[in-house]
């Protein structure tokens, strides 16, 4: 089958689209016929030789497919030959196929194409842990988002809405801030324009947010502890900006805050089961009732795998870049 391998580490120019066996599942697997998979600035970093694979992973890009399943375990049960299904992986995602753990495997949303439901998996999986599993987003509580206009800023913003939250978040241009607004958000604010957190500041009424959604980590460590609200719980998801920043231990502990970072892709095959479980029961409703939906930049074909790559590196999309396989 053909997926793209890197050769060696470093940039786009390492991404290469060769013949590679097929995958065979375990009794507890599934294959899926890839019909496209979701680009993540995960896959970046593993192109780059920062972010190697969990053990047992395959050692190929690419955390979420959409698909057709072709082959089933022998000891899975709820799936068969043909099903249309998006996944959550741990690593192999661009390539004609795929094997997946059973319980990472998720019936394709009413109401959306089989291309789209690529965009979903990581997006979804990642909001629904850190958001609402592990902060307890509340109606009516604020939730600031970084990275409006991500894939998992998009997801963050309409869950939040869904969920009966005020929704605040920082983009990096005017545009991205008239899409975040039209999709649902209170406030955007464009950190190249304005200090985000007086914004935060201002728009709260100085309460703060509740809960805060970060890619960022250190560069944005002190003025996220400044924006929390009483109660305020901050779930460091990225870092972008850094991995070391100093905290500010009074001012956490004057707001009686809680801050927790957390990670999707070295998880357990029952841990992620059990998130991705909450969301068919949560999110796939809400999905087919058009109130959340995936939002999508572009496709790019496999074989321009180092275009989705550069994308994403340049922050020029609004939502998921996919690949078409």
Same mark, same amino acid.
């Given at each position: 089958?053909? =997926?793209?391998?890197? +050769?060696?580490?470093?940039?786009?120019? $390492?991404l290469k689209v060769a013949e590679i066996e097929d995958p065979t599942p375990a009794a507890d697997e599934v294959v899926i016929d890839v019909v496209a998979a979701g680009v993540?600035?995960?896959?970046?970093?593993?192109?780059?030789?920062?972010? !190697?694979? !969990?053990?047992?992973?395959?050692?190929?890009?690419?955390? %979420?497919?959409?698909?057709?399943?072709?082959? $089933?375990?022998?000891?899975? +049960?709820?799936?068969?030959?043909?099903? %249309?299904?998006?996944?959550? /992986?741990?690593?192999g995602g661009y390539a004609e196929k795929v094997v997946v753990p059973a319980p990472q495997v998720m019936p394709v949303p009413d109401g959306i194409d089989l291309i789209s439901?690529?965009?979903?998996?990581?997006?979804?999986?990642?909001?629904?842990?850190?958001?609402?599993?592990?902060?307890?987003?509340?109606?009516?509580?604020?939730?600031?988002?970084?990275?409006? =206009?991500?894939?998992?800023?998009?997801?963050?913003?309409?869950? &939040?809405?869904?969920?009966?939250?005020?929704? /605040?978040?920082?983009?990096?241009?005017?545009? #991205?801030?008239?899409?975040?607004?039209?999709?649902?958000?209170?406030?955007?604010?464009?950190?190249?324009? =304005? +200090?985000?957190?007086?914004?935060?500041?201002?728009?709260?009424?100085?309460?703060?947010?509740?809960?805060?959604?970060?890619?960022?980590?250190?560069?944005?460590?002190?003025?996220?502890?400044?924006?929390?609200?009483?109660? &305020?719980?901050?779930?460091?998801?990225?870092?972008?900006?850094?991995?070391? &920043?100093?905290?500010?231990?009074?001012?956490?502990?004057?707001?009686?805050?809680?801050?927790?970072?957390? &990670?999707?892709? =070295?998880?357990?095959?029952?841990?992620?089961?059990?998130?991705?479980?909450?969301?068919?029961?949560?999110?796939?409703?809400? $999905?087919?009732?058009?109130?959340?939906?995936?939002?999508?930049?572009?496709?790019?074909?496999?074989?321009?795998?180092? #275009?989705?790559?550069?994308? /994403?590196?340049?922050?020029?999309?609004?939502? #998921?870049?996919?690949?078409?396989?």
């Amino acid at each position: 089958m053909r =997926a793209v391998v890197c +050769e060696g580490a470093g940039g786009v120019e $390492v991404l290469k689209v060769a013949e590679i066996e097929d995958p065979t599942p375990a009794a507890d697997e599934v294959v899926i016929d890839v019909v496209a998979a979701g680009v993540n600035r995960a896959d970046l970093l593993q192109r780059q030789g920062f972010y !190697p694979p !969990p053990p047992g992973a395959p050692g190929t890009i690419g955390l %979420e497919v959409s698909g057709r399943i072709s082959q $089933v375990g022998a000891e899975v +049960e709820g799936w068969a030959v043909g099903d %249309e299904v998006c996944a959550l /992986l741990a690593g192999g995602g661009y390539a004609e196929k795929v094997v997946v753990p059973a319980p990472q495997v998720m019936p394709v949303p009413d109401g959306i194409d089989l291309i789209s439901a690529a965009a979903l998996p990581e997006a979804v999986a990642t909001v629904w842990s850190n958001v609402f599993m592990t902060a307890h987003l509340k109606d009516g509580e604020t939730l600031l988002v970084h990275g409006g =206009a991500s894939g998992i800023g998009t997801m963050a913003i309409q869950l &939040g809405v869904a969920h009966g939250a005020r929704v /605040l978040c920082t983009v990096g241009n005017t545009d #991205k801030m008239d899409f975040c607004t039209r999709l649902g958000a209170d406030v955007a604010i464009n950190y190249k324009e =304005a +200090e985000w957190a007086s914004v935060v500041n201002e728009a709260t009424a100085k309460a703060g947010a509740d809960v805060i959604l970060d890619i960022m980590g250190a560069k944005y460590l002190r003025d996220n502890v400044k924006s929390l609200a009483y109660d &305020g719980r901050l779930v460091v998801i990225g870092m972008q900006g850094g991995t070391k &920043g100093e905290l500010d231990l009074g001012r956490l502990m004057s707001r009686r805050g809680l801050i927790t970072g957390a &990670g999707l892709r =070295a998880r357990s095959v029952e841990q992620k089961g059990e998130i991705l479980a909450e969301v068919v029961g949560h999110v796939w409703p809400l $999905v087919a009732a058009k109130k959340v939906r995936p939002i999508v930049h572009r496709t790019f074909p496999l074989d321009a795998v180092a #275009k989705a790559h550069e994308t /994403l590196e340049q922050s020029s999309q609004t939502g #998921k870049v996919l690949l078409t396989i």
